[in-house]
């Protein structure tokens, strides 16, 4: 435990930094992408002790091209189909090719997963007011995350999906849509977010719901390897996928409500 609460904070702090700065380079960007970059390898180590190896250099080329592809207007489609289509050409080159569909799948699966939402977190902040928006998404996040540990390991009594995650409870979701909720509203008197409270309130409600819901995608992904933690590159909280899973579904919610609702 206190090896979760002490590295939990450096993860905060330095999260705080990145988001906070954006000159002279774009320091968010940057450590997404060095996040995304880890979980990539977490997630090919994984696949391939017990499905098939994915192509690690495509794979990680696609994931930081995914992840810069915000700073660059409309460049989302032409990449995927540039991505696409260049890596079923890499299945040509000569070598072994009995696996070479299965791994160019699992390599896509990766990119899509880490790549793609991660760079969710990098468009949220390139939005006007973005920073106050990415501290929101995260703050709420977090606020969800850690409440529900907690709460669901001192009242949970009700498993919500013993199947695919056992110490997970209804208790520690309802404590952690709480406290996410309180959260919302905290930040919005903080950074007088463009919102009303009850609207904020709703959406850190709602950014719980789908972080919860992307924890549960990623024990499945687990419990489907047959491992416990992605890795243990980080004391207390496993690895990089594991503190990636709610923080991207919540960053895609913020970031469509922004553009659909804000600007």
């Known amino acids: 435990m ?7 904070c450096v993860l905060a702090l330095l999260a705080l930094a ?19 970059v880890m979980a990539l390898r977490e997630f090919n180590q994984v696949v391939g002790l017990t499905k098939a190896k994915p192509f690690a250099v495509i794979g ?13 207007d409309n460049g989302l489609e032409p990449l995927l189909a540039a991505f696409v289509a260049g890596s079923l ?5 000569p070598g072994d090719r009995s696996q ?11 990119v899509i997963y880490i790549g793609w939402l ?17 501290f929101f998404a995260l703050g709420v996040t977090a606020a969800s995350d850690t409440f529900a540990y907690f709460i669901g390991r001192v009242f949970g009594k009700h498993k919500m999906a013993p199947s695919i ?16 909720v309180i959260m919302a ?39 489907n390897m047959a491992i416990k933690d992605s890795g243990n590159s980080i004391p207390g909280h496993g690895g990089f996928m594991d503190r990636m899973d709610s923080v991207v579904f919540a960053a895609v919610l913020v970031y469509y409500y922004v553009i659909i609702f804000i600007q």
């Open 2 to 8: 206190k090896k979760r609460v002490i590295s939990g």
């Open 18 to 36: 990145l988001i906070w700065l954006d000159e002279p380079l774009p320091w968010l960007t940057a450590g997404v992408i060095f996040w995304g």
């Open 60 to 72: 990680t080329v696609g994931t930081v091209l995914f992840i810069i592809s915000p700073h660059f």
């Open 89 to 93: 050409l890499y299945l040509l080159k």
């Open 100 to 110: 070479a569909f299965i791994r160019w799948a699992w390599t896509l699966a990766g």
């Open 118 to 134: 991660l760079s969710f977190i990098v468009a949220l902040r390139g939005l006007d007011g973005g920073r106050e928006w990415v």
């Open 165 to 180: 995650s056992p110490n997970k409870s209804w208790e520690g979701a309802v404590g952690g849509a709480v406290c996410a």
């Open 185 to 223: 509203l905290i930040l919005k008197a903080v950074f007088d977010l463009p919102a009303s409270y009850l609207e904020l309130g709703l959406l850190g409600l709602a950014a719980s719901a789908v972080g919860q819901a992307g924890d549960l995608v990623e024990s499945l992904f687990k419990r």
